[in-house]
């Protein structure tokens, strides 16, 4: 069975700095990969997905995510975090079997200083 | 428009009552889920269900039950609420025909009281 790791449970970072949220997996083989966003009050929302391919992958907000095979690890990256970014982010892993369900790391709240 | 829907948003209700959150999609989904959200804990799955058919328990089912009525309609009940849950609770939706990539679309929630 896969799990997933988030390290911190809490980040707080100046607007304007750069930001690295960590995640890491455990799976036997190369999973499918998902980081979301759950602003307050609010939803979970997509902000990119890993399936195959380039190990860097783009998403929505200017946020990116590199994945690494050695280090079982999809950190998610923003170059200048806004006030607006502040939620709570979740990682998620999915085995690439019929049927398997998606498995989510107990998330980091994000919070910003102005 | 909201592709999926969550009803109520809000609920506070007391112990030994029978509650149930309704969730609805417009998405045409064949695959609908229900998760809890406790603080630290993330996302755990109670039940999911593949089509109307098919109903599957997940990590976390005792104390939980769903229907499915329809493939855009998932209910879950929780015959004899109790406080430990207390929790937001989610529901979300994914089309397996997308070659089955398991991307999950959610709903904006409901915040469950059990006094």
């Not at chain 2, 829907?5 to 030994?16: D, L």
């Not at chain 2, 969730?23 to 406790?38: A, N």
Request: aromatic share 12%; glycine share 10%; charged share 20%.
């Amino acid at each position: 069975a896969q799990s997933v790791t988030q390290p911190d449970i809490h980040i707080t970072v100046s607007e304007g700095a750069s930001l690295e949220l960590r995640c890491n997996y455990s799976y036997g083989a190369t999973p499918y990969l998902f980081w979301y966003v759950q602003s307050p009050g609010q939803g979970l929302q997509l902000l990119l997905k890993y399936f195959s391919g380039d190990t860097l992958v783009q998403g929505i907000k200017g946020f990116e995510a590199e994945f690494k095979r050695s280090q079982s690890s999809f950190n998610l990256r923003k170059p200048s975090v806004h006030w607006s970014d502040a939620a709570e982010y979740f990682c998620a892993v999915g085995a690439r079997v019929a049927g398997n369900m998606l498995t989510f790391g107990g998330g980091t709240r994000l919070m910003v200083k102005p | 428009d909201a592709d999926v829907t969550q009803t109520p948003r809000n609920r506070i209700t007391k112990t030994g009552k029978r509650i149930m959150l309704e969730c609805s999609q417009t998405k045409g989904h064949d695959r609908m889920y229900w998760y809890r959200q406790d603080p630290g804990l993330g996302l755990r799955l109670i039940y999911y269900s593949f089509d109307v058919k098919d109903i599957n328990k997940g990590e976390i089912s005792d104390g939980y039950s769903v229907s499915r009525q329809a493939q855009a309609k998932f209910s879950l009940s929780l015959e004899s609420a109790i406080p430990n849950q207390t929790a937001l609770y989610f529901c979300a939706t994914s089309d397996f025909s997308t070659s089955g990539r398991l991307e999950q679309f959610f709903g904006p929630g409901t915040r469950l009281t059990v006094l």
